[in-house]
Antibody
Framework: EVPLVESGGGLVQPGGSLKLSCAAS????????IYWVRQASGKGLEWVGH??????????SYAASVAGRFRISRDDSKNTAYLHMSSLKSDDTAVYFC???????????????WGRGTLVSVSS | SYVPTQPPSVSVAPGKTATITCGGD??????VHWYQQKPGQAPVLVIY???NRPSGIPERFSGSNSGNTATLTISRVEAGDEADYFC?????????FGAGTKVTVL
């Protein structure tokens, strides 16, 4: 069983918006922060941002490259997290992974669980 | 903030030891996680908090962190260890991945 499953990727024009989903199963989602990591083709991993758990006020943090354009949310009742992306640029083209620790360790969280990723292509 | 530095590639013969470094100013004061990624697959956590192995990761994988260098060591290397390896640190504000090291098994 895959603990995290991303969906919602696709082709979008520059300046457009897209919402990715990350469905969790097999672990206590509400007790784990959720992270988004992306990887452009042939490149390394880039942390996009994360959202903490309820006891930590669902605090969010974002990479400078996406701050003000991307927003993370979560619905613990649905065991699902979301990445809301807007003002997309060609540089945002990448496979987007969601990841999570197997508990709330505090920064820096180790990412025990990963999804298989969803491809976002930004092109006209 | 800084991006931790990794060598682009490491080559090792089967049965030998591979050493992958992650450098940064006073990195020993931070906690380092290590991920293995094979082509077309999601990353896998192999070492967390410098030296801890998640369940299911072979004892051949070990980690250390001292001074300006964190190190992932793979002992008795096998063909299946061929992959990209990334270190990850947190600088107090942002999570930062190293650029990755491609381990080639000769």
């Amino acid at each position: 069983e895959v603990p995290l499953v991303e969906s919602g990727g696709g082709l979008v024009q520059p300046g457009g918006s897209l919402k990715l989903s990350c469905a969790a199963s097999g672990f206590s989602f509400r007790e784990s922060p959720i992270y988004w990591v992306r990887q452009a083709s042939g490149k390394g991993l880039e942390w996009v941002g994360h959202m903490k758990t309820g006891p930590h006020n669902f605090a969010t943090s974002y990479a400078a490259s996406v701050a003000g354009r991307f927003r993370i949310s979560r619905d613990d009742s649905k065991n699902t997290a979301y990445l809301h992306m807007s003002s997309l640029k060609s540089d945002d083209t990448a496979v987007y992974f969601c990841a999570a620790p197997d508990g709330d360790y505090g920064d820096p969280d180790p990412f025990h669980f990963w999804g298989r990723g969803t491809l976002v292509s930004v092109s006209s | 903030s800084y991006v931790p530095t990794q060598p682009p590639s490491v080559s090792v013969a089967p049965g030998k030891t591979a050493t992958i470094t992650c450098g940064g100013d006073d990195i020993e004061s931070q906690s380092v996680h290590w991920y293995q990624q094979k082509p077309g697959q999601a990353p896998v956590l192999v070492i967390y908090y410098d030296r801890n192995r998640p369940s299911g990761i072979p004892e051949r994988f070990s980690g250390s962190n001292s001074g300006n260098t964190a190190t992932l060591t793979i002992s008795r290397v096998e063909a299946g260890d061929e992959a990209d390896y990334f270190c990850l640190v947190w600088d107090g504000d942002f999570y930062l991945f190293g650029a990755g090291t491609k381990v080639t098994v000769l």
